[in-house]
């Protein structure tokens, strides 16, 4: 299985100011079609998860700019540009490489 | 606007069965694999279940194998998890979601429902 770890596992952001979180995964994430198959997800609470970023870099519908995604290979980072207090939640990293689809342990964001 | 509701949770007992029923809306259903994952209170999240878009293959995570049953019914837009011999570890909300291709792999969950909690406790 691949694993898939997370740091930090909380962080604390102040509104305006940028937050990033790393995502490492134990194997190469990419796919013999050329894509790279690492998503990240934000966990409101009481909410399901929801798709933020695809791909690595590819935000999904609606998801605002603010929002980045890059890396390559095993290293992976989400960066929010400017956080906002509707960012709140647990963040967490997926691969969709292969079965069984394995989850990062979450990053718990909290605002100053 | 795809639309995923999960319903069938619920208190069962120790060795007790459930089935859960995943309702989808807003998208072709019978062009998309489907998939289940759980959430234990508290926790993160765990991959259960896929199917893919035909039904022909499942796949399970080792934690529900023999245990647990994907299945889909496309002339209703649903799909199943038919769980037994429940254990207390199995305990958790459990999400379905939809994966954006036939097959069951690669690619990310677009879309999941609300979830539905399942407690096994005696």
């Known amino acids: 299985d691949i694993v898939m770890t997370q740091t930090p596992l909380s962080l604390s952001a102040t509104p305006g100011q940028p937050a990033s979180i790393s995502c490492k995964s134990s194997?190469?994430?990419?796919?013999?079609?050329?894509?790279?198959?690492l998503c990240w997800y934000l966990q409101k609470p009481g909410h399901p998860p929801q798709l933020l970023i695809y791909e690595v870099s590819n935000r999904f519908s609606g998801v605002p700019d603010r929002f980045s995604g890059s890396g390559s290979g095993t290293d992976f980072t989400l960066k929010i540009s400017r956080v906002e207090a509707e960012d709140v939640g647990v963040y967490y990293c997926m691969q969709s490489l292969q079965l069984p689809i394995t989850f990062g342990q979450g990053t718990r964001l909290e605002i100053k | 606007e795809v639309h995923l509701l999960e319903s069938g949770g619920g208190l069962v007992q120790p060795g007790g069965s459930l089935r859960l029923t995943c309702a989808a809306a807003g998208f072709t259903f019978s062009n998309y694999a489907m998939s289940w994952v759980r959430q234990a209170p508290g926790k993160g999240l765990e991959w259960v279940s896929v199917?893919?878009?035909?039904?022909?293959?499942?796949y399970y995570a080792d934690s529900v194998k023999g245990r647990f049953t994907i299945s889909r019914d496309s002339s209703k837009n649903t799909v199943f998890l038919q769980m037994k011999s429940l254990r207390a570890d199995d305990t958790a909300v459990y999400f379905c979601?939809?994966?954006?291709?036939?097959?069951?792999?690669?690619?990310?969950?677009?879309?999941w429902g609300q979830g539905a909690l399942v407690t096994v406790s005696s």
């Open positions: 199917i893919s878009a035909s039904g022909a293959s499942t």
């Open positions: 979601a939809k994966v954006p291709l036939k097959w069951v792999v690669p690619g990310a969950y677009d879309y």
């Open positions: 194997e190469s994430l990419l796919h013999s079609d050329g894509k790279t198959y």
